[in-house]
């Protein structure tokens, strides 16, 4: 399914260090979901994280691209996301209908993980301490 991916272009290097850039910026986002949401209603934890993820797709090309220009020097020195083109496109990721490539299926799978990340140790915050002698 990914074996025309542009993923595969890159040296074993290129992927090595694709791979770390996207492992820490998954873990940044579902880091910022769980810490900013956790204590929030079930509401706003849902459409909270739905917004992260939108920022994320919005605004991650350009780390992405300057991870590029580390590879490929002779890439201009520009700026590649703008307005919102494609608003939808972060719903599309989440459902898988967006683009068949490894990016935006990683997207996807990232925008699930950032939906449940919220709700992942709430129980134990919830939980309140029984008085002394009450318990």
Same mark, same amino acid.
């Given at each position: 399914? /990914? ?9 074993? %290097?290129?992927?090595?260090? $694709?791979?770390?850039?996207?492992? #820490? @910026? ?41 991870? /590029? ?9 520009? %700026?590649?996301?703008?307005? $919102?083109?494609?608003?939808?496109? #972060? @719903? ?44």
């Amino acid at each position: 399914m /990914y074996s025309q991916d542009s993923f595969f272009d890159l040296t074993l %290097w290129g992927q090595l260090g $694709l791979a770390c850039l996207s492992i #820490a @910026l998954f873990s940044l986002m579902v880091f910022i979901s769980w810490a900013t949401l956790r204590r929030r209603s079930i509401w706003t934890r849902i459409i909270g994280a739905l917004i992260l993820f939108g920022v994320f797709v919005w605004a991650s090309p350009q780390v992405y691209y300057m991870y /590029y220009r580390m590879i490929f020097p002779d890439l201009p020195m520009q %700026w590649v996301i703008w307005h $919102l083109r494609e608003p939808f496109k #972060a @719903l599309q990721m989440l459902v898988f209908q967006y683009r068949p490539n490894l990016s935006a299926h990683s997207q996807g799978i990232l925008g699930w993980v950032m939906l449940v990340a919220p709700f992942l140790g709430a129980r134990a915050l919830n939980k309140q301490k029984p008085e002394p002698g009450r318990e």
